[in-house]
Structure formats: structure tokens, C-alpha cells
């Protein structure tokens, strides 16, 4: 009885002792270290050649000749962005602008499946078909709903055919009411 009413003892002393260490005050700390900073460009890619490599379960070797191919192939989509338009309210255009800016939209997705066309014979000579099919289907939405999304809860409703057969069916959420 007394080794356990020891054992109680010690283990409420221990927790008490780990409380005040958590509530040490971090004033002493730079700002630096307290806020959180936003990774680079640079390391944004990184991440995402990681993530990527790490997707397509590769080897060694495929992987040296992998990654600075698809380096450049994420920078040459990235410069295929078109040019942000430097006004907030879209009521403020004119026609001219609003011809200009969708042309601009057109060329830049034109730009992208060009590049698109051109990496996919690169990548052929390093990936199998499956791998392929996984580098370019993470970009091939850009942001836009992802292919494994159809099933979402959103998208799922009684009409076996699809609303864009069935119009009338009403059950689709998109639907205006």
C-alpha cells in the first residue's frame, strides 16, 4: 500500500513539474522565430518534386533523371500564367479589355498544352504510362475540381443519367431553384 501511495506521489510531483515547463513564456524569442515564414519559390518547388518522386515510387536512378526534368517542366507551366489584370473591379473594364484579357486567357492555356505536349515526349523516355498519368493528372485541373472529386457529396444525386441528360430532374445541387 505505501509503494503505491509512493508511486502516486512521485507521478503527481512529475506532472506538476512538466506544467510549469509547458508554460514557459517565449518573450525572450525573436519575432523571427515566433511568426511563421512563408517558404521560397525555390522550396515550394522542391516540396513538390519531392511530393511527386514520392507519389510515383521510383528508384534512384529514374529519380536523377526525373527531377531537373520536371523542374523545368514546372517552371515552363508556370510561365505559361497569364498576366494578372491590375484592376479590382471588374465593372471598370471596357469591352476592349475584357476581349483583351480573355485572349490573353486563351493564349496562356494554348501555352500550357504546348509545354504540356512537349514534356510529355520527355518524360515518356523516363516514366512508364502509369507514372505519366499521375504527373499529368495533378495539373491537368489547375485548381479547378480534381478527377477523384465526381464522387464527392456535392456532386452525388438520385438522376443515374446526370443533370446535363436530365435537366428537370431538380436534384442537383448546382441546379438554381
Do not use: W
Not at 136 to 150: H, N
Not at 164 to 174: F, L, R, S, V
Amino acid at each position: 500500500m505505501k509503494t503505491r501511495l509512493m508511486t502516486l506521489v512521485v507521478m503527481m510531483a512529475v506532472s506538476m513539474g512538466s506544467f510549469g515547463l509547458m508554460a514557459q513564456d517565449t518573450s525572450d524569442a525573436p519575432a523571427q522565430k515566433r511568426t511563421k515564414q512563408r517558404p521560397t519559390p525555390e522550396q515550394m518547388m522542391d516540396r513538390h518534386v519531392k511530393m511527386m518522386e514520392k507519389k510515383l515510387v521510383m528508384d534512384d536512378a529514374t529519380a536523377a533523371k526525373f527531377t531537373p526534368l520536371y523542374k523545368e517542366y514546372l517552371q515552363a507551366m508556370k510561365d505559361c500564367r497569364p498576366a494578372v489584370c491590375k484592376r479590382d473591379k471588374k465593372a471598370e473594364l471596357t469591352d476592349a479589355e475584357i476581349e483583351k484579357a480573355i485572349q490573353e486567357r486563351f493564349d496562356a492555356r494554348q501555352k500550357a498544352l504546348d509545354v504540356q505536349k512537349k514534356y510529355f515526349k520527355k518524360f515518356k523516355e523516363v516514366l512508364n504510362a502509369k507514372q505519366l498519368e499521375k504527373v499529368f493528372q495533378q495539373l491537368c485541373m489547375s485548381g479547378k475540381m480534381k478527377p477523384g472529386m465526381y464522387g464527392h457529396k456535392m456532386m452525388r444525386h438520385e438522376c443515374k443519367q446526370g443533370c446535363m441528360n436530365h435537366p428537370e430532374c431538380g436534384k442537383c445541387p448546382m441546379q438554381k431553384k
